[in-house]
């Protein structure tokens, strides 16, 4: 019988060199910090003596560039899945804060008005479905060893909450998915389930800037 992965690592990216602290989302031109490089390599070393087969990353620069330091640790090539990538946002290049100061913007009304969806880009359920729909192909992708997904905040929170059962809506502000943090899954007889979280980067994280992720 054909064996499979043994795991699957959710790898956040690190710290994004972003001056104007701006929600950055697709927008192109947003890499990594010196900082940012130091928290993927971080992470890097996290894995380090785990059996990675293969390394796919977001086509964003900043997931590819946190993906860099894994694949030359394992020797492979950077692949890229358009699933993975940050979703669309309807702040993408403003200075964004979640919580009550969006009640004194009219401008942005229209966008929130139903955060449970949420009204202001791509839908919690279409970001788990391409999310969980990735990490079953990269399960399957091997036959043996691991695989590693280098993604963004939101799409890895949203595997995280589909597989625990919790409904997908939340606050922003209350994700536990920190730069350059390894979420792991595996399958536990017919399902997924979370089975380690770290933060390789945590030390380095206290002196970084988080204020662009969706």
Not at 42 to 69: D, K, M, N, W
Request: net charge neutral; charged share 20%; proline share 7%.
């Amino acid at each position: 019988m054909r064996v499979v992965a043994s795991a699957v690592h959710l790898v956040r990216h690190g710290e994004v060199e972003n001056p104007g602290r701006v929600l950055y989302g697709r927008l192109p031109g947003f890499g990594l910090s010196v900082l940012g490089t130091r928290m993927a390599e971080a992470a890097a070393g996290a894995l380090a003596g785990a059996p990675v087969r293969r390394v796919i990353a977001s086509p964003l620069q900043r997931t590819q560039e946190s993906a860099a330091p894994i694949a030359a640790a394992f020797g492979l090539p950077i692949e890229t899945d358009e699933r993975i990538i940050e979703p669309f946002n309807r702040f993408e290049g403003k200075r964004f804060d979640f919580g009550p100061s969006l009640l004194t913007n009219p401008e942005a009304w229209p966008w929130v008005s139903n955060p449970f969806r949420p009204s202001w880009g791509e839908a919690y359920l279409s970001i788990a479905a391409r999310m969980i729909a990735a990490v079953a192909d990269a399960y399957a992708s091997v036959e043996d060893g691991d695989v590693v997904l280098v993604s963004h905040q939101l799409p890895i929170w949203m595997v995280h909450r589909s597989l625990a059962g919790e409904r997908l809506y939340h606050d922003p502000r209350r994700r536990r998915c920190d730069l350059s943090s390894i979420t792991t899954v595996g399958k536990k007889g017919n399902r997924f389930v979370e089975t380690d979280y770290r933060n390789p980067a945590g030390a380095l994280g206290r002196a970084a800037v988080d204020e662009g992720a969706v």
